[in-house]
Every structure is written in C-alpha cells, then in structure tokens.
C-alpha cells in the first residue's frame, strides 16, 4: 500500500498552459505539504494545510493554488506555467501530534517540465 | 527567519564513519530533522532530536546540542547505498537546508 501518492509522476507541457497534480495519503495524517525542488535540489516549503485549512503559505506565486477537499487529499493547481515552474513537486503528509508529530512522508514526487 | 547551513559535499570510504553537520538559524526552535534523498526518490526521514543529545537509530545517529545552535547526523560503517543526499530540517522539519551529497569511495 502507498502511503503517500501522487499523480502524474510526469508533466511536460507548453508555456501558459494551465496544471493541476493530485496527492493522496492513506496514513490517517491530519497535516499535509507541497514543496518545491529545484535543480539545485534545494526542497521549499510551499504549503501546508491542516483538517483541510490552510497554516502555511509561504511566498509563492499566486498563479499556484492548493486546494484540500479533505483530509486525506491535497491537490495543487498551476495556472499559466512558466518556464521557471519547472522543478520535482512532492507532496507529504504528517500527524502534528504525538510522538512522530515532526516525521514527513513524502510522496514519490512530480517532474514537471515547462517547454 | 531561518537558515541552515551544511556542506555542499562530503566524501568517504566504504566502511568509514562519516559526520554531516548542520548549522541553523530560527526563530522558534522545534527540533532538528534529518532527511535522506537519493537521486530520482524521495526524502525519507532518518531522525529526529527535540532535545540535546544523541539519538541512534541502528548505523545512524544524529546529535543536537541547541545552546550551540548545532548538530550532525553520524553515518556509521558506510555502505555504498548510503550515497544520497541528507538534509537537516527545523520548524516541525518543514524548513530545509540545501542538502549535503554524500560520495562513498569503494
């Protein structure tokens, strides 16, 4: 069983069009991220939603929109994508209480590519 | 705001022990995480510390000591697949620094 998935595990696409990519935890998580990873590798806090509201949204294009339907769901939305949108977008999920309350799980990431 | 400072690189011998340090500024301290990457996978958490001191988690360790705003993750007998990149991580581990490759040499 995944515990974290996401969808697509590849996007190639033109300029100025209009992405979304799906993320899904089966672990029961309250608490769940996008981050971005760039060609540098470094991974960025993008945001974080908690029981579905939004507690983290760091600076970050408006043209990128979360968007959390439930627990267990967090989707995120690109609209009019530029070149520098391309990067590894990974998804994660953690419990914000109890013992492993710090411990992420990351989902396998998305490789958009911006043409 | 918050930074994290580690080494780009670092290099040893299967077999060896090797230190990755992390060095952080941040405003609110929730503990220092680590994270291994290997190239194409995801970061998979490898330890935690809330407190000073050092945790071990069988060939890992990693040491906090939070009057120096510091601390390592400790790889022990290095094995090849132990080559990834390990990451420190404050503020709940949502906070990143910019990852640490790590070469092992047969």
């Known amino acids: 069983d995944t515990a974290v998935s996401q969808t697509p595990k590849y996007l190639v696409t033109q300029m100025g069009n209009d992405k979304s990519i799906k993320c899904e935890q089966n672990?029961?998580?309250?608490?769940m991220y996008w981050y971005k990873q760039d060609s540098k590798k470094f991974l960025k806090i993008m945001f974080s939603?908690?029981?579905?509201?939004?507690?983290i949204n760091e600076t970050v294009p408006n043209r990128f929109s979360p968007k959390s339907p439930d627990k267990a769901h967090l989707n995120l939305h690109i609209n009019s994508l530029e070149l520098g949108d391309s990067a590894v977008y990974f998804c994660?999920?953690?419990?914000?209480?109890?013992?492993?309350?710090?411990?992420?799980?990351f989902g396998p990431g998305t490789r958009l590519t911006v043409l | 705001g918050q930074s994290l400072e580690q080494p780009s690189e670092v290099t040893a011998v299967e077999g060896a022990i090797v230190q990755i340090n992390c060095t952080y500024q941040t405003s609110g301290f929730y503990g220092l995480s680590w994270y291994q990457q290997h190239d194409g996978g995801a970061p998979t958490f490898l330890s935690y510390?809330?407190?000073?001191g050092l945790e071990e988690t069988g060939r890992f360790s990693s040491f906090l000591s939070r009057s120096d705003s510091y601390g390592y993750l400790l790889l022990q007998e290095l094995q090849m697949k132990d080559s990834a990149s390990y990451f420190c991580?404050?503020?709940?581990?949502?906070?990143f620094g910019k990852g640490t490759r790590l070469h092992i040499l047969p």
């Open positions: 991580a404050v503020r709940w581990g949502i906070i």
């Open positions: 939603y908690n029981n579905k509201e939004l507690i």
């Open positions: 672990l029961g998580h309250d608490t």
């Open positions: 510390n809330g407190l000073d």
């Open positions: 994660a999920s953690s419990q914000v209480r109890g013992r492993r309350a710090h411990t992420q799980y």
